[in-house]
């Protein structure tokens, strides 16, 4: 009998007898203890089975998609990313907290008004993906060519011509990066953004408000200024560390997945820019419900069990070039007091074959001390898991030719869409023909008009035949483009799909596609997976496929 049942059987036969409180609280540890045992014992592959051709059938929201094929059998260490990997952080109260905390700096520290202090902050607005134009004081979002497809000036939508003249330019198009936009690929950023395009609109109506000199390239300087304020005077996680729970969604997948990646004979490492107050903080939350003495749990690091290297304070993007110079220190866990630890791992150019005592946490260093703390021969045996499209995925996979998966948690709620929108997605197609058609009709008759000795009854049939078109191309183009923006609108009210831009892939599913091997929406659903898994990428079509092959 599980526990949890056995409980309630207590509960129920004496319940006449029990404090309202009481009851109320273990029905509430009886909820949590009860998931815990279904995420342990149902959602991870490794679980024993009777029925061994069963197989099991992963819901669309928590599959993993591959680009580039991956065979587990040549991976010998899996990586994880701390923040927005392991763990989820809840945007609702996160992002707000995240918020709260710039405009208080922009108010207290560089002298904006006190009524920003009032402003509230929609943390559904932005998405990942998105470019700032610092300049001009727009947010765009652009397809694969990075043909700008929806902008607007603060909260303005931009009319079609706006975007033409601004954006029409191939030498612009080639050139959406830093230093004049930033791009939005981290859900860190979300609120900086939302931040900045108020203050583009309370500039634009307020101009003797904000402090003089300022312009939108500057506003967004002292948004950036004010966020980096946060993070050095640890502002964000003092309050998370208060309350991780408030914070961060609890995943009871997660030790599970490690257990099972460390039975498969792989070793596992974590590698984060947080330092080790922090992320001892964070991983105790997310792993404690495991440890058998719970009450203890905080004082024993016992979290750190489930990891071979713990790597903190890495700097990431800079952690992945092997030429970068940062000392590597060991981190005593109880009193957090830092040992110089460049001496005690091999050089690169000797290589020790015995690998140094597990479960150890350091600070600082580079990709180099990883791959000889993990005795690593070859950057294809790591597979690394990671949010960030630049600090964790393009660097490793460009520079070190590391394997690399990328979590996007928006993508669970996209895919479900997407499957519940198949008939629609048929019927834009459909239309898109319609239009084609009733196009090459009067192309047909323009072309007919033009012909010599066309008699003038004939001509008049022809025009008729011709007005009648128009307005069908009309009425097809408006009955077009409002299902393909209100189907567009089910995914997001202002941004649409996260990986379209109207029929072409947004840049940001460019980079997933070029960057990473494989994406899912959570980390924890490698753990559905076997650990040996010989990972396939779907078959690439050309247009001239589709209607060929009929898909």
């Not at 603060?154 to 830093?178: A, H, P, V």
């Not at 898991?385 to 709620?413: C, F």
Request: charged share 25%.
């Amino acid at each position: 009998m599980r526990f949890t049942t056995a409980f309630r059987l207590f509960t129920s036969s004496t319940s006449s007898s029990l404090p309202a409180h009481f009851t109320k609280d273990c029905s509430r540890w009886i909820s949590k203890v009860s998931s815990m045992e279904s995420t342990v014992g149902g959602e991870v592959w490794s679980k024993p089975t009777q029925n061994f051709n069963s197989g099991k059938n992963i819901p669309i929201g928590k599959q993993i998609f591959c680009n580039r094929s991956l065979n587990m059998k040549n991976i010998t260490a899996v990586g994880f990313d701390m923040d927005y990997t392991l763990a989820q952080y809840k945007p609702e109260t996160f992002e707000a907290l995240a918020y709260q905390g710039t405009v208080a700096k922009l108010v207290n520290d560089i002298k904006y008004p006190d009524e920003l202090l009032k402003w509230k902050f929609d943390w559904k607005y932005m998405v990942r993906g998105l470019v700032l134009d610092k300049k001009r004081g727009n947010i765009l979002k652009m397809d694969r060519h990075k043909y700008v497809k929806v902008a607007y000036h603060g909260f303005r939508e931009m009319s079609k011509e706006e975007k033409t003249t601004t954006y029409g330019s191939t030498l612009i198009r080639d050139s959406f990066d830093e230093p004049d936009y930033a791009l939005i690929d981290t859900l860190f950023s979300l609120a900086e953004a939302y931040l900045f395009a108020q203050l583009v609109d309370f500039m634009d109506k307020n101009p003797g408000k904000v402090p003089a000199g300022t312009d939108y390239n500057l506003m967004y300087r002292d948004v950036r200024f004010a966020v980096d304020l946060c993070h050095r005077d640890g502002t964000l996680k003092k309050m998370v560390a208060l309350d991780p729970g408030r914070y961060i969604n609890e995943d009871l997948a997660i030790v599970p997945m490690l257990k099972m990646i460390q039975k498969s004979g792989r070793s596992t490492f974590l590698v984060t820019n947080s330092l080790w107050d922090y992320t001892d903080v964070v991983m105790n939350f997310l792993c404690g419900t495991h440890y058998s003495d719970i009450n203890n749990a905080s004082d024993n690091h016992k979290w750190l069990q489930y990891f071979d290297v713990v790597i903190t304070g890495s700097c990431k993007p800079s952690f992945f070039h092997d030429d970068n110079r940062a000392s590597l220190f060991e981190v005593e866990p109880d009193s957090a007091k830092l040992v110089n630890a460049d001496l005690q791992i091999s050089s690169p150019r000797t290589p020790s074959k015995m690998r140094p005592p597990s479960h150890k946490v350091y600070q600082g260093g580079n990709v180099g001390h990883l791959h000889r703390l993990l005795s690593i021969a070859s950057s294809s045996q790591i597979l690394y898991v990671g949010d960030h499209i630049y600090g964790d995925i393009l660097r490793s996979k460009k520079v070190l030719g590391w394997r690399t998966m990328l979590v996007i948690p928006e993508l669970e709620a996209e895919v479900k869409l997407l499957f519940d929108s198949k008939i629609t997605r048929k019927e834009l197609r459909q239309l898109r023909r319609d239009r084609d058609l009733i196009e090459d009709k009067i192309h047909r008759l323009e072309w007919s008009l033009n012909s010599e000795g066309l008699k003038e009854n004939e001509q008049q049939i022809l025009l008729s035949e011709k007005e009648t078109l128009l307005a069908q191309r009309e009425h097809v183009r408006q009955v077009h483009q409002e299902a393909q923006r209100t189907h567009h609108q089910k995914f997001h009210k202002v941004w649409g799909q996260l990986m379209k831009t109207g029929y072409q892939n947004s840049r940001f599913a460019h980079q997933v596609e070029r960057f990473a091997c494989l994406y899912s929406s959570q980390v924890t659903n490698f753990g559905l997976y076997s650990p040996n898994k010989y990972y396939r990428p779907s078959e690439d079509f050309m247009p001239h496929e589709f209607d060929v092959l009929g898909l």
